[in-house]
């Protein structure tokens, strides 16, 4: 029988009784529902995010429906928070510490906000980087181009950054013949202004580089279109799995004692 007409068949039987008592469910009864192995469900209680289960007089586990509303929020709370978060949340409220709990779920809902807030900046800095819409940063060393330092000071990172991005091919500044430093000139400041603000938006050097090569090659700015649309779509789909998780946290915490 599918876990959640179970678990409702069963809380119509608990009806004015605890749910930690009366039926008993097995490791086995909770991990079929969710496609999860067994030893899975002993790790997360382990973990904190199941409330302890009871013992039969075999020394067996005995879950009950409380357990299963656990399982259901946790595994509702993960795509929105991500695990180690959604550990957090559910040993939070497994110790009864709520208000931690909430805590951690304001810090996720901020963190989705800054998320929000740096598409806008890359939105905003491919606007500027249209063609003839680079300004040079403050600091400009060289006619034409800028050095590693300036550059750096500018965007609030280390030199050691920008040369490690080199390494990755994310951009390649030309070298100034009499004294070996490198010179970004405007095509390198727009390739690493991109490289920033994408690193911001949680993406990884592997997967920028094509990027940056396809903007290269093209000219222009269209290719980081679609990554702008999935970078878009995922946000979305974080917010909404929040959404998700909070109500299946809440039916837990309406159900739980005390």
């Keep these: 029988m599918n876990l959640r007409l179970r678990l409702d068949r069963d809380i119509g039987r608990t009806t004015g009784r605890n749910l930690q008592s009366g039926v008993r469910l097995r ?16 790790n997360y209680e ?4 199941l409330p302890a289960a ?3 007089p ?3 586990r005995a879950y009950t429906p409380l357990h299963a509303r656990a399982l259901s929020a946790f595994l509702a709370l993960v ?5 180690p978060t959604a550990t957090s949340i559910m040993r939070a409220v497994n110790q009864g510490a709520v208000e931690e709990a909430l805590r951690l779920i304001d810090e996720s809902h901020a963190q989705l906000l800054d998320d929000r807030r740096t598409l806008q900046a890359v939105e905003s800095a491919l606007r500027d980087l249209e063609p003839g819409a680079v300004s040079e940063p403050a600091g400009v060393s060289v006619p034409g181009g800028t050095f590693i330092g300036p550059l750096a000071g500018k965007l609030g990172i280390r030199p050691a950054t920008l040369r490690k991005w080199e390494r990755a091919g994310l951009v390649r ?16 400041v727009r390739d690493v202004r991109l490289a920033h603000q994408l690193r911001r938006g949680g993406y990884l050097l592997e997967q920028i580089a094509p990027l940056i090569a396809q903007v290269r090659a093209a000219g222009g ?4 279109e679609a990554a702008l649309r999935d970078w878009h779509g995922r946000l979305s789909a974080r917010g909404r799995a929040m959404l998700a998780g909070a109500a299946e946290l809440e039916t837990y915490l309406r159900e739980r004692p005390g």
Aim: proline residues 10%.
């Design 221 to 224: 700015l269209e290719p980081l």
């Design 27 to 42: 490791p086995v009864d909770l991990a079929r529902g969710h496609g999860l192995s067994t030893q899975a469900i002993r």
């Design 79 to 83: 795509p929105g928070h991500g695990h």
């Design 58 to 60: 075999h020394g067996y």
């Design 173 to 188: 500044p030309r070298r100034d013949p009499r004294t070996g430093y490198r010179v970004y000139d405007d095509a390198d």
């Design 54 to 56: 009871g013992r039969t």
């Design 46 to 49: 382990d973990a904190g995010i």
